[in-house]
């Protein structure tokens, strides 16, 4: 999860999660960044506004784990 998709920290972890067979998810602002370049799915929050892109990764986050548990 990157608002801009270009967080250095993330995008490294998803080349990580890549290089051990791990399938990603990104979830990121609308232009993606780099992060839509490299993850196998990614979610793009239609919006420039970081706080609005943070507000809605943390309920998207929300119903991943609400569902995964």
Do not use: Y
């Not at 609308?30 to 993850?39: A, H, N, P, T, V």
């Not at 892109?53 to 569902?67: F, H, P, R, V, W």
């Amino acid at each position: 999860m990157t608002a801009s998709g270009n967080s250095l920290n993330v995008l490294n972890a998803v080349e990580k999660a890549k290089e051990i067979g791990a399938k990603t998810l990104g979830i990121t602002g609308e232009s993606g960044g780099r992060l839509k370049d490299i993850c196998h799915c990614i979610i793009r929050i239609p919006s420039g506004n970081p706080t609005f892109i943070e507000d809605i990764m943390a309920e998207i986050n929300s119903i991943l784990c609400k569902t995964i548990d």
